[in-house]
């Protein structure tokens, strides 16, 4: 199976020097993608700006901002069989970028944002048989609007959680397949996440295919 995974939080620059992004560490993709390559998968790895080591066996694709993911995933999305889509893309990004650094000055500024393409959304609205893997992060009503975000983005598979989980290494998560119910999972640590994500799409890979993983 060919296995592509977007992993870390995007930066979507003010001037060469400021940035908005979140606190995305890149963990759960960086886990899915050597998950994936210890199954044996073909994996490529789009990835934010993020400290930690690219797995072993992944092809890694470095982006900065949203629209570099975007189109990184455009370019790859037709050769892959699944995409994962862990990464935690700025909803939104500065009107204008200031070519040199703003002066600090007495007066306040004001900042218009645009907001950035809905990779996942795009990807499940343009895909040929590939699984689509996504997460969803609620405060309230975490179910209803995880199972909401998977029937409008046509995902495969989804995993639902707090987003006080997206620094931790430990969390307690919903995973739940196309057609399935919510399976709970609690304390989870994301390797083990990922294991069970990948698992889950070997399963439904196999079942299209007729090929056993």
């Given at each position: ?72 995933v455009k370019n790859e999305f037709a050769s892959c069989d699944c995409l994962i889509m862990a990464a ?79 620094s931790q290494e430990c969390s307690h998560i919903y995973i739940k397949q196309s057609g399935g119910e ?20 070997d399963r439904i890979h196999s079942e299209k295919t007729g090929e056993s993983t």
């Amino acid at each position: 199976m060919r296995v592509l995974v977007t992993a870390g939080g995007t930066r979507e620059y003010i001037d060469p020097v400021r940035y908005i992004t979140n606190a995305s560490t890149g963990k759960m993709g960086y886990a899915a993608a050597a998950a994936a390559v210890e199954r044996g998968h073909s994996v490529k790895l789009i990835s934010a700006p993020t400290s930690i080591a690219h797995p072993k066996g992944a092809e890694l694709i470095s982006i900065v901002s949203a629209e570099e993911m975007f189109e990184a995933v455009k370019n790859e999305f037709a050769s892959c069989d699944c995409l994962i889509m862990a990464a935690a893309v700025s909803d939104y990004r500065p009107e204008r970028y200031a070519e040199k650094k703003i002066k600090k000055s007495s007066e306040e500024i004001e900042l218009t944002f645009h907001k950035t393409p809905d990779i996942l959304q795009w990807a499940g609205d343009n895909k040929n048989g590939q699984i689509i893997v996504g997460f969803a992060l609620e405060d309230e009503s975490l179910l209803e609007k995880a199972d909401e975000k998977m029937q409008r983005k046509k995902m495969d598979i989804i995993v639902a959680n707090s987003p006080s989980a997206i620094s931790q290494e430990c969390s307690h998560i919903y995973i739940k397949q196309s057609g399935g119910e919510w399976l709970n999972r609690p304390e989870r640590h994301k390797s083990e996440t990922a294991v069970e994500i990948i698992r889950m799409a070997d399963r439904i890979h196999s079942e299209k295919t007729g090929e056993s993983t």
